[in-house]
């Protein structure tokens, strides 16, 4: 199964709404599918597990929603610490390309 | 403090071999499956192999079946990552991460502690 992220890359402004996009090459469960923020120069961090649990810690503003080939992460307002790269994970092994979210 | 520290990366030539540690603290590893993913820099992640609780569930990705070995000690806190037969495409930074479940690709799983990498780099 192949997981594909859009957009590439996102720029917007802090304070606005962003979008993630991760659609699979086939139907998954989405007790399965998992999110990750990477900043530059660090570890990836667990945001999401099974498409909408948010992980411990992580703040309110990042939901993750989706079932079947397609799931989104959604940032309500974003932070300047939120301008980092996002990844979707299946199954605990296939990572998507990233996306990279920028300020504008 | 709660934090994964691996090391055992370096330069080694081509065809070498190298044995990577993961050091956890803060937290015991026995309950949960132990993953090694690496990032070539600049790039996007790639998982790399993951093994359950009790070792019984090992898996790799296909790239390096039958050339690099995971193991764990649970009486250590450790997870190892044994690589022969090292090729230029397994430069990269390696993570050791804990699986929020016992075995690898499990319901729930998500890697939620991650260490900070240790660079492997393969050239002559």
């Known amino acids: 199964i192949v997981l594909t992220q859009s957009p590439g890359t996102l720029s917007l402004s802090p304070g606005e709404r962003a979008t993630l996009s991760c659609r699979a090459s086939q139907s998954v469960r989405s007790s399965y599918l998992a999110w990750y923020q990477q900043r530059p120069g660090q570890a990836p961090r667990l945001l999401v597990y099974?498409?909408?649990n948010r992980a411990t810690g992580i703040p309110d503003r990042f939901s993750g929603s989706g079932s079947g080939t397609d799931f989104t992460l959604t940032i309500s307002g974003l932070e300047p610490e939120d301008f980092a790269v996002y990844y979707c994970q299946l199954y605990g092994r296939t990572f998507g390309q990233g996306t990279n979210v920028e300020i504008k | 403090e709660v934090q994964l520290v691996e090391s055992g990366g370096g330069l080694v030539q081509p065809g070498r071999s190298l044995r990577l540690s993961c050091a956890a603290s803060g937290f015991t590893i026995d309950d949960y499956a132990m993953h090694w993913v690496r990032q070539t820099p600049g790039k996007g992640l790639e998982w790399v192999s993951g093994i359950s609780w009790n070792s019984d569930s090992i898996v790799y990705v296909d790239s390096v079946q039958g050339r690099f070995t995971i193991s764990r000690d649970n009486a250590k806190n450790s997870v190892y990552l044994q690589m022969n037969s090292l090729r230029a495409e397994d430069t990269a930074l390696y993570y050791c991460a804990k699986d929020r479940v016992a075995v690898p690709s499990r319901k729930g799983g998500g890697f939620d502690i991650w260490g900070q990498g240790t660079m492997v780099t393969v050239s002559s």
């Open positions: 099974e498409a909408s």
